[in-house]
């Protein structure tokens, strides 16, 4: 029989501890130290003891009435309803309550969650950052205020599709990867139950590939040297341009080289993993005619952060299209060389060199390989060879320059 009255609830007075008034059938009145009153229902469920929230009569410090007793009364039969079929009410009241986030979790707030927790935070690269964030913030203006747990595989497509009508096909497979992994993480968090992006592999027009322009005929390198030495633009570009030949790194690890990284001592450049596309630090042997760079760089930008500051602030590197611009000044077309061509052509004059081990070339250009313990003994094991190499490449880069030059004829005594 039921034993509470509206009366006897708001008579009773909180004590110094928690204590419960009975109304029968499991259903019970909580009352806490701060003058809450709590609706609880205990119950058991296959063999265990469970208790069930059922509202709050009234809040702490507060005489407003939210569920009265004839409410708790019916929410307690609900629940011996639900019993009586078999369901559990507490883990109903989990889903319906999971569902209710999953509805309120757009594809925006869990898209920005995961950039900052799996692009920020982890340290991604600057130039990986900024484009996952115009990627996603693509997505976001056409399903961002979508419900995530809603979003289907055909409503994905026709965003996609934009990025093809404009034959931006390499943008649109990029993009299906980044709303792939934000649907994974949302997944992972019980934001949603699938990945429509999946869906979409092979939906998606294939990107042709174009592989950068470089330069690898011998006497066309020479030339390419010969112009570069010969720049009359900006002295820190000329020698930027420079620098890239003789160590043939990646432009945007030349780009944010700094001073701190140099050690003329050792004739070692030690780019940090954040840096390094692969995310592992990479170390450069610096030949004479690197270190003869830095020497004639030092005097120009020493005293500062970077080895390349821009021209409009010494806080921030150059340009990522200052090293192309001054090659299109020399008069190179687009098709014909890319600041990136370098690699190709260190790659392949070394190569055909067939004086160093293709392995030992492989870990200069800081290509990872696959097995992991294979990269360890390459770091090791190839480091002489590769500053042997280094070496050779810039006493073979000047020896082309040179074969190019007219020498003056000399005068004969008369």
């Not at 007793?69 to 309550?97: F, H, V, W, Y």
């Not at 592992?280 to 390349?308: C, I, K, M, N, W």
């Not at 008069?331 to 890319?338: A, K, L, W």
Request: a positive charge.
């Amino acid at each position: 029989m039921p034993t509470l009255t509206d009366a006897t609830i708001r008579a009773a007075k909180p004590g110094t501890k928690p204590y419960k008034l009975s109304d029968g059938e499991g259903l019970h009145l909580l009352v806490t130290p701060g003058g809450a009153r709590l609706w609880r229902l205990a119950y058991r469920w296959q063999g265990k003891q469970k208790l069930l929230s059922l509202g709050a009569y009234n809040t702490a410090g507060s005489r407003t009435v939210q569920v009265p007793l004839a409410a708790a009364r019916e929410r307690r039969a609900e629940a011996r309803r639900m019993l009586a079929n078999g369901i559990d009410p507490s883990a109903t009241r989990k889903a319906e309550k999971l569902a209710a986030e999953s509805a309120a979790r757009t594809f925006r707030s869990v898209g920005d969650e995961w950039f900052a927790r799996k692009v920020v935070a982890e340290g991604k690269a600057d130039r990986t950052r900024t484009k996952t964030a115009w990627l996603l913030r693509v997505l976001c203006d056409r399903i961002g205020s979508r419900p995530i747990g809603e979003i289907e595989a055909p409503e994905l497509l026709t965003v996609l599709r934009r990025f093809e009508a404009a034959e931006q096909y390499e943008s649109a497979r990029r993009a299906r990867s980044v709303a792939s992994r934000v649907f994974r993480f949302g997944i992972a968090a019980g934001y949603c139950a699938r990945d429509p992006a999946a869906d979409l592999v092979g939906a998606l027009t294939a990107p042709s590939v174009t592989h950068r322009p470089a330069i690898i005929e011998p006497a066309a390198v020479g030339q390419l040297m010969r112009a570069i030495h010969g720049y009359h633009g900006n002295p820190v570009t000329r020698l930027g341009l420079l620098f890239l030949s003789y160590t043939f790194a990646r432009p945007g690890e030349v780009r944010f080289s700094e001073w701190t990284e140099i050690d003329a001592t050792t004739a070692v450049w030690e780019i940090p993993a954040s840096k390094a596309k692969m995310r592992r630090p990479h170390r450069v042997p610096l030949s004479r005619q690197a270190l003869a760079v830095l020497d004639e760089l030092r005097r120009l930008t020493g005293g500062g952060q970077y080895l390349f500051p821009s021209p409009t602030t010494p806080k921030r590197p150059i340009s990522e299209n200052t090293l192309l611009a001054a090659l299109l000044r020399l008069g190179y077309e687009r098709h014909e060389i890319s600041a990136h061509g370098m690699r190709s052509t260190a790659s392949t004059l070394l190569n055909e060199s067939r004086l160093f081990a293709s392995d030992a070339v492989e870990r200069q250009l800081a290509h990872v390989h696959k097995d992991p313990v294979r990269g360890v003994y390459d770091r090791s094991a190839h480091w002489l060879e590769r500053v042997r190499m280094m070496q050779w490449w810039g006493d073979e880069l000047d020896r082309l320059r040179d074969l190019g030059r007219i020498l003056p004829l000399a005068r004969t005594a008369g």
